[in-house]
């Protein structure tokens, strides 16, 4: 089941955040102050719903289409995810579920 990092214990708050973090920075990094690179936040202000999905190094396709689920139902417009191995028809049909839903993933 997906959880939001708000959700876990501090304790749990600080282990595998090291890409996440990188991930979000990178998108909301400020442009024009000669410092490393530009993001794509035009106003210098994001919301960001950060789902922890996995909890160890592997973890199930359900978990991930319920992730998907889960920033689709808290109003993400953009929902950013580093997998690895062949697609799901799970995921897929998560996906095909909130574009029939609202048009956006």
Not at 23 to 51: E, S, Y
Not at 75 to 85: C, H, R, T, Y
Request: net charge positive; hydrophobic share 35%; glycine share 8%.
């Amino acid at each position: 089941t997906s959880k939001s990092i708000n959700s876990l214990p501090a304790s749990q708050k600080t282990k595998s955040l090291h890409h996440r973090t990188h991930v979000a920075g990178t998108i909301t990094a400020i442009g024009g102050n000669n410092k490393g690179v530009v993001g794509v936040v035009q106003n210098n202000k994001m919301p960001l719903h950060i789902v922890r999905t996995f909890y160890s190094t592997s973890g199930t396709w359900s978990s991930v289409a319920n992730s998907i689920l889960a920033c689709n139902e808290n109003d993400a417009n953009v929902v950013n995810m580093s997998l690895g191995g062949d697609p799901s028809l799970t995921v897929k049909a998560m996906i095909d579920f909130v574009l029939e839903r609202n048009d956006r993933v």
